[in-house]
T-cell receptor
Framework: DTAVSQTPKYLVTQMGNDKSIKCEQN?????MYWYKQDSKKFLKIMFS???????INETVPNRFSPKSPDKAHLNLHINSLELGDSAVYFC??????????????FGPGTRLTVL | QQPVQSPQAVILREGEDAVINCSSSKALYSVHWYRQKHGEAPVFLMILLKGGEQKGHEKISASFNEKKQQSSLYLTASQLSYSGTYFCGTEKGYSGGGADGLTFGKGTHLIIQP
């Protein structure tokens, strides 16, 4: 019973390509997130989605676009990949704020390598 | 703004205690603590929602001083399994509606030696 799943686990691609990472959660949570963890292990919020509405966008380049077909899915699409995009991308989900618990459940991560 | 964690790294022998600190220059709604092992996803340890709140999880506990905008994670009688990188994550003050993501500190690397 995987709570938050991501595909693919590894993604190796050339500069300039467009790629997508998929995320699904079966926890019934209202809010989903994308985080980027760089080579120095710094974990940074990129996006959060609540009921299909974008809540925050932390100065992420517009080459990155989250797409949520429904409450259980939040996919990350990246256009024109650059070397600096190489990182581990984590999807996470949490109950809506005020529900009594804001614990975030992380997916296993997708290691993106841009050559 | 990113919370500041200290120390950056700790090396302990099994059975020793450790304290990891997390401080913020902005008012906090909550403080989260996560542990990440190499090659794995961050795993939730605990969340502190109220000023002065202390919570415990086995031999791992934490405190939150809302006034000082600080939190500390206490690991007592450390075990080999405690090794990993510990992150504190903070949420901004609640502004109504929805949920914000977490702003994480740079992490504290904890190594437990037998």
């Amino acid at each position: 019973d995987t709570a938050v799943s991501q595909t693919p686990k590894y993604l190796v691609t050339q500069m300039g390509n467009d790629k997508s990472i998929k995320c699904e959660q079966n926890l019934g949570h209202d809010t989903m997130y994308w985080y980027k963890q760089d080579s120095k292990k710094f974990l940074k919020i990129m996006f959060s989605y609540n009921n299909k509405e974008l809540i925050i966008n932390e100065t992420v380049p517009n080459r990155f676009s989250p797409k949520s077909p429904d409450k259980a899915h939040l996919n990350l699409h990246i256009n024109s990949l650059e070397l600096g995009d190489s990182a581990v991308y984590f999807c996470a989900s949490s109950p809506r704020r005020g529900s009594g618990s804001n614990e975030q459940f992380f997916g296993p991560g997708t290691r993106l390598t841009v050559l | 703004q990113q919370p500041v964690q200290s120390p950056q790294a700790v090396i302990l022998r099994e059975g020793e205690d450790a304290v990891i600190n997390c401080s913020s220059s902005k008012a906090l709604y909550s403080v989260h603590w996560y542990r990440q092992k190499h090659g794995e996803a961050p795993v939730f340890l605990m969340i502190l929602l109220k000023g002065g709140e202390q919570k415990g999880h086995e031999k791992i506990s934490a405190s939150f001083n809302e006034k000082k905008q600080q939190s500390s994670l206490y690991l007592t009688a450390s075990q080999l399994s405690y090794s990993g990188t510990y992150f504190c994550g903070t949420e901004k003050g609640y502004s109504g509606g929805g949920a914000d993501g977490l702003t994480f500190g740079k992490g504290t690397h904890l190594i437990i030696q037998p």
